[in-house]
């Protein structure tokens, strides 16, 4: 399965945008970028997913890059209630659409 | 609301003890999964099921073992229960197949061996 590689942590002030990167340079062309988030004491949650464009919804945007090998998550505006470990995960075809959580990057944001 | 529920949310059980812990989903999901996440926060997957297939991770000792009753529901009954088993259980659903399509997870059950 083609893995992904994101920072440990990122840190971002209140009401500023964050840039969460996700390099996934084993990439195949029928494998999904999804990003599903955790928050403490609670269960994952979906976030956003992708193929080829970029995508925009309530909670995030999704930039991919044009070779697929790098997707960044864009959170516009941060808040206290986004600090939580953000998993950028490919849903292959080849492991039957399974959802295979990595370590993920915890983002702290500071008032 | 539209949602995955798991009960009990707080399960703490002796050694050796069979627990059963239930999840219900009123998506219209087909494929349902138990997640596991350990002390290290790791989520690592356990079952992927679906009313033909169920799909076992290899590492998930055989005293693990999904009961399905419908479509809805996806328990998981784990017998004579170990130290190492204490962990937070999470129930999820998808729609079967679809890599378009997110998976809606529940709050998780905390379980605890002592």
């Known amino acids: 399965d083609a893995k992904t590689t994101q920072p440990n942590s990122m840190e971002s002030n209140e009401e500023e945008p964050v840039h969460l990167p996700c390099n996934h340079s084993?990439?195949?062309?029928?494998?999904?970028i999804h990003w599903y988030r955790q928050l403490p004491s609670q269960g994952p949650e979906y976030v956003i997913h992708?193929?080829?464009s970029n995508v925009n919804n309530r909670m995030a945007s999704l930039a991919i890059a044009e070779d697929r090998k790098s997707s960044t998550l864009i959170l516009h505006r941060a808040t206290l209630r986004d600090a939580a470990v953000y998993y950028c995960?490919?849903?292959?075809?080849?492991?039957?659409?399974?959802?295979?959580f990595g370590k993920g990057t915890s983002l702290l944001v500071t008032p | 609301d539209t949602a995955v529920s798991q009960t009990p949310k707080y399960l703490v059980t002796q050694m050796g003890n069979d627990k059963s812990i239930k999840c219900e989903q009123n998506?219209?999901?087909?494929?349902m999964y138990w997640y596991k996440q350990d002390s290290k926060k790791f989520l690592k997957i356990m079952f992927s099921?679906?009313?033909?297939?169920?799909?076992i991770n290899e590492t998930v000792p055989n005293r693990f073992s999904p009961k399905s009753p419908d479509k809805a529901h996806l328990n998981l009954h784990i017998n004579s229960l170990e130290l190492g088993d204490s962990a937070v259980y999470f129930c999820?659903?998808?729609?079967?197949?679809?890599?378009?399509?997110?998976?809606?997870f529940g709050s998780g059950t905390r379980l605890t061996v002592v």
């Open positions: 999820a659903s998808s729609p079967l197949g679809r890599a378009n399509y997110g998976y809606t």
């Open positions: 084993t990439i195949s062309g029928t494998d999904y």
């Open positions: 992708g193929l080829t």
């Open positions: 995960i490919l849903m292959s075809l080849n492991s039957g659409y399974a959802l295979n």
């Open positions: 998506l219209g999901h087909d494929t």
């Open positions: 099921y679906n009313n033909k297939e169920l799909i």
